[in-house]
């Protein structure tokens, strides 16, 4: 089915039409939730986590740092 050309044409020019002052408030709109999405996104992907029960796996990196140790005392720069 063909749509008549002056309804596709109405449909064109002035009903689709997006300007700055209609995507303004879309963007900024959609800049405030992605904003309050990336402030909270530990504590949203923590709750997905438990409803799903997946469990953290250890990271490399725990072993690989090595624990602060105490220098002796005589191991100082003047000895």
Not at 31 to 36: K, P, T, Y
Not at 53 to 73: F, L, M, N, Q
Request: net charge negative; hydrophobic share 45%.
């Amino acid at each position: 089915m063909f749509l008549p050309l002056d309804l596709f044409s109405g449909l064109t020019s002035g009903l689709l039409y997006l300007g700055p002052e209609t995507m303004m408030p879309l963007v900024s709109f959609l800049a405030a939730a992605l904003g309050i999405l990336l402030i909270f996104w530990r504590y949203i992907f923590r709750f997905i986590k438990r409803i799903f029960g997946i469990k953290e796996k250890p990271s490399a990196a725990e072993d690989e740092i090595t624990p602060y140790v105490e220098p002796d005392e005589d191991d100082g720069p003047g000895n």
